[in-house]
């Protein structure tokens, strides 16, 4: 299992960039993790787009969502070209269907709804759900393959929950929307500190910030998570890569 970033930027995606967007390659399956503002432009930096066959969605907000549409077309252009005969496959929280069912198109793309409780396997990687807080219904996503573990967050407050779910893993992809001194529940995020104090007492190897801010310097938000975190922490970049 090889997981690369797309897309990392919380709300918007800055030049030459995306908001939240993970590939996910094992077993010669490729699939994604959202697909946020600007995945479609970055993402063939990274994999085929007529590779990619499924995407697992978080939630509906559009810094998760918004490339799905033009990544359809895309799909629909290459099925059209004969490139691929793949239709593509969208698994999206079963709460959001009025939203997410626009993405279904006959023959294109089809549409699966997923409640907390489902498990799917994609390219030999088992995928779970926990259910997080947040304004829009959400669900953060653990992949699992051959012993090795990797969490998904989504956008998320801190949660002892998923604190839960994320126990052990070997890589942790957390959302951290703001520094360490500011309020970010009350906007349904995490900052600096309980990004990393979820991953130290989760007992986590390896902590990647994501859904990073537009303000101030993001090697801060590392200063601040090394405080409360003993492992390894990385900033999520476009091509930062784990592999396991």
Request: glycine residues 6%.
């Amino acid at each position: 299992m090889k997981l690369t970033t797309a897309g990392f930027w919380g709300a918007f995606p800055e030049e030459n960039s995306a908001t939240s967007c993970y590939v996910v390659k094992s077993e010669g399956e490729t699939f994604l993790l959202d697909c946020g503002s600007g995945a479609m432009a970055v993402l063939p930096r990274i994999a085929d787009r007529n590779d990619i066959d499924q995407m697992i969605i978080s939630h509906r907000h559009f810094d998760h969502t918004a490339d799905i549409g033009a990544f359809v077309y895309s799909r629909a252009t290459a099925m059209g070209l004969k490139e691929t005969d793949r239709p593509l496959t969208i698994h999206a929280p079963a709460g959001e269907k009025a939203f997410f069912q626009q993405f279904e198109k006959e023959n294109i793309s089809e549409l699966k709804l997923y409640e907390t409780e489902d498990r799917l396997l994609i390219g030999g990687v088992r995928v779970t759900f926990q259910k997080t807080t947040h304004p829009a219904p959400c669900w953060a996503a653990r992949l699992e393959k051959d012993g090795k573990t990797v969490v998904y967050t989504a956008d998320t407050v801190y949660d002892e929950a998923l604190v839960s779910f994320c126990e052990k893993a070997d890589l942790l992809i957390a959302e951290c929307s703001f520094y360490e001194n500011q309020d970010a529940s009350a906007f349904g995020h995490m900052n600096s500190r309980e990004a990393a104090e979820m991953a130290e007492a989760a007992g986590v190897k390896e902590l990647w910030l994501s859904h990073l801010p537009h303000f101030g310097e993001h090697e801060q938000l590392k200063n601040e998570a090394e405080k409360y975190f003993s492992g390894k922490i990385h900033l999520a970049a476009e091509g930062l890569s784990w592999e396991g």
